[in-house]
Structures are given as C-alpha cells and as structure tokens.
C-alpha cells in the first residue's frame, strides 16, 4: 500500500520554526521526487519545495531563506525545517510523492502520483 504519513505541524508563535517529517512506506523511496505543498483556508494548494532522487532542490520563493528540504533514503522520510515562520504561513501541509517528475515539475506543475493526509501549522501569537 503506497503511503505517505506527515507528522511533526502545531501550533507555534511568529518567527518560531517547526520541523515536519513526511514517512513513506509501500513503494521505492529512493527512486521518487518527494514535495511539500500547503492549502491555506480558501486558497489553492501550493508547491513549497521539492527534492529529486539526487537531492536537486527547488523552492518557491516565499521559502527561499528560511525552509530547508532534505531526504534520507535509510529512513524512506522527508524532512522540511521551517524557520521564520510568519502567520501567512499557516495551512495544512501536505507531501506528495512522484515517479516521473522532477523537483521543478512536481512543484511548479504539481506533476506527482499521491498525497499525503497532511499536517496543520498554525502560526500565531
């Protein structure tokens, strides 16, 4: 059964960080683009940032500087730390996996295979 399985969102004030995890399980880890992407109440969902098989990186511009997505195979998981975090920054975020994809394609074009169920950040004082 193909998975992906978000934990690690919360509640946390301006300017704190979080760290999410995205565990997968079920298919070839190693051999798939993994995104992060997020839905802001009554917005569409967005790309974040995406990891390819070889670790090439793409980031939306809103988290240029402060996110950082990494990859460890070992552990078939996908982390993104968030740092500055800033109320507009809240929503549900979710991770998607891709087989023929790449970080640019799956983040801009949203060229992926499955969801994850997602997890909440909620930035506020």
């Known amino acids: 059964q193909l998975q992906l399985v978000e934990s690690g969102g919360g509640l946390v004030p301006p300017g704190g960080s979080l760290t999410l995890s995205c565990a997968a399980s079920?298919?070839?880890?190693?051999?798939?683009?993994i995104g992060w992407f997020r839905q802001a109440p009554g917005k569409e969902r967005e790309g974040v940032s995406c990891i390819e098989t070889n670790n090439r990186t793409r980031y939306l511009d809103f988290a240029k500087g402060r996110f950082t997505i990494s990859r460890d195979n070992a552990k078939n998981t996908v982390y993104l730390q968030m740092n500055s975090l800033k109320p507009e920054d809240t929503g549900i975020y979710y991770c998607?996996?891709?087989?023929?994809?790449?970080?640019?394609?799956?983040?801009?074009?949203?060229?992926?295979?499955?969801w994850g169920q997602g997890t909440q950040v909620t930035v506020s004082s």
């Open positions: 998607a996996a891709g087989r023929i994809s790449t970080a640019q394609a799956m983040c801009i074009l949203k060229t992926l295979d499955f």
């Open positions: 079920g298919f070839a880890f190693d051999q798939y683009v």
